[in-house]
């Protein structure tokens, strides 16, 4: 995924008081031809809603100036400072272009791909669902058209993607009638071709170490001393027990991990490429904005989100959960640590009491912040759990963001805890990713290969994807981190079974509901939220 904070802060095409259809294109454009590399990637540089002259929200504690830092950067653990990165993963353009008209859009869709389109929003600002028809010869808004459809009454319509959250439209999405003049959709549109962009199967990355000291842009520094141990990320049973947890917890006293079939195994097997389709939502970054020791809500989110994706059979838009909203409601840790069953304990124990689940990161983005951490802006939020903090939108310019009585969100109907190598292999075959502890300190530096230091330790939590073979060293485990695209191989790293004390604790959870097109279950919300507003007393959303 690309990053639109590096273009609100480096761009100059725009801001958060609007832009240009084409503008980003020529941008990005440009800088791949004067500097070889292109648009930064949103796991170094997350969208922040902000820009220079935006004085919203946190946007005045925050620099969006044009530098390294605010280009791609890593935020090291615990205390150490967030740096500019010289290498990062990016895209480039080769061409662009702008076309109008019905035929012209149609072709340039249909040959390669979605389109960029200038739209009149008036009468989007409260849609549901349906076919939008209007005349209008004015633009105020930039939307992305993705293909088109026949209706039997209307005509020819344009399935158009919006940017306001999967709780508006249809999820997200709006179907707009073709023809002259029809909320002007078909007067401005832009086009572009990617010329590269970094990838695994590219293998075209340089791995950054998780500090950035291997990859400093030239007005970056950081001292260099003797790595200490890692501050551990983990809580200890005490700690998990203390915030009203179960220890190790299991929701059923005969768990369905028991029941699954115990059979002969691949030697690989991923489900990053599963015959060739790849079942694994998008890569995170916990570093930024700034550092969060939140790897607990990374690992055991990431994993719950992919089986949501195997569910969907790799079908549909990915749907992203909120680790912002287990960061302020959950309780199952902090910025400084947490637990990762105590996660799936947590949203089980809601889904169970209100129907809802976790929020989607739509509507609750990950900040970075808890309420006991005060590093970078983290001390100018409120990261208490209220509405606005479960789920939220912003209206258009000057009207107050609001907190969301309904919103889309997932829920759990199993989860447990397992450990060593049969179980692990026996939940990741049958069902999907799991949350697993691992000793990190070993993998501070790394840039590639398998991973084979042992430890008795803990002080991190990964996804397990799955597993291969090796020649020399035999099985390792494919393993998904939380330290961005820039690190280790694309985001991943390979551990060597019985290394890193990465088979000692293990949980999985298995997804109950969620809200998806094919479902039919979402709940449309206005743009400005004005019909799902909740009450700041609407204890049921706030469950803890």
């Not at 740096?83 to 149609?106: E, F, K």
């Not at 409260?126 to 209008?136: A, M, N, P, Q, R």
């Not at 309420?371 to 606005?388: M, R, V, Y």
């Not at 079974?497 to 109950?512: F, Q, R």
Request: proline share 3%; glycine share 10%.
């Amino acid at each position: 995924m690309l990053s639109v904070q590096h273009m609100l802060n480096c761009g100059n095409v725009g801001s958060c008081h609007g832009g240009t259809v084409d503008g980003p294109y020529q941008w990005i454009h440009e800088i791949s031809k004067r500097t070889g590399s292109g648009i930064s990637y949103v796991t170094a540089q997350p969208y922040l809603a902000c820009s220079e002259e935006n004085r919203d929200g946190l946007c005045p504690h925050i620099d969006t100036s044009c530098k390294a830092e605010n280009v791609a950067r890593t935020c090291g653990t615990f205390g150490e400072p967030c740096v500019g990165l010289s290498h990062y993963p990016n895209a480039t353009i080769s061409d662009y272009g702008s076309v109008s008209g019905q035929n012209a859009m149609q072709k340039e869709i249909f040959n390669r791909g979605p389109i960029a389109c200038g739209i009149d929003a008036n009468s989007l600002r409260d849609y549901e669902t349906g076919i939008v028809k209007g005349f209008s010869i004015l633009q105020d808004h930039v939307i992305s058209v993705v293909g088109w459809g026949t209706d039997s009454e209307e005509g020819l319509y344009w399935i158009v993607r919006n940017s306001w959250g999967e709780y508006w439209g249809e999820n997200g999405y709006v179907r707009v009638k073709a023809g002259w003049r029809s909320l002007a959709i078909e007067e401005s549109c832009a086009w572009a071709v990617p010329t590269d962009f970094t990838a695994v199967e590219k293998k075209n990355q340089f791995p950054c170490h998780e500090d950035g000291k291997n990859c400093l842009s030239k007005e970056s520094s950081l001292k260099v001393t003797k790595q200490q141990k890692r501050k551990s990320e983990v809580l200890s049973k005490e700690e998990v027990e203390a915030r009203g947890f179960v220890w190790k917890a299991n929701s059923s006293a005969q768990s369905s991990h028991d029941l699954l079939e115990d059979v002969d195994y691949p030697e690989e097997f991923s489900w990053l490429n599963q015959n060739g389709t790849n079942y694994l939502t998008m890569m995170l970054n916990q570093h930024i904005p700034q550092y969060c020791g939140s790897c607990w809500a990374h690992g055991a989110i990431s994993a719950l989100q992919d089986r949501i994706k195997i569910a969907r059979k790799a079908k549909g838009i990915d749907i992203q959960l909120s680790i912002q909203h287990v960061l302020n409601c959950g309780n199952a840790g902090s910025c400084n640590g947490g637990d990762g069953n105590a996660v799936y304990q947590w949203i089980k124990g809601i889904g169970d009491k209100t129907g809802s689940g976790v929020a989607y990161t739509t509507g609750q983005p990950y900040m970075a912040c808890s309420k006991d951490n005060h590093d970078g802006f983290c001390s100018k939020g409120d990261w208490t759990c209220t509405p606005l903090n479960v789920q939220r939108t912003c209206g258009t310019f000057g009207e107050a963001c609001v907190g969301l009585s309904h919103y889309p969100n997932a829920t759990i109907a199993e989860f447990g805890s397992i450990q060593g190598k049969d179980a692990m292999m026996k939940e990741i075959f049958h069902r999907g990713p799991i949350a697993c502890d691992v000793d990190a300190n070993p993998l501070r530096d790394y840039e590639g290969g398998i991973a084979t230091d042992k430890s008795t330790d803990v002080d991190h939590i990964i996804s397990i994807v799955g597993w291969g073979t090796d020649a020399k060293l035999g099985m390792y485990w494919i393993v998904r981190n939380s330290w961005g695209q820039y690190w280790g191989e694309g985001g991943f790293f390979r551990a060597q079974v019985g290394s890193l004390n990465i088979e000692s604790n293990c949980v999985w959870a298995t997804p109950k509901d969620f809200t998806a097109p094919e479902r039919n279950n979402q709940y449309h919300c206005y743009e400005d939220g004005s019909n799902c507003k909740s009450s700041e007393s609407d204890e049921s959303l706030l469950v803890i």
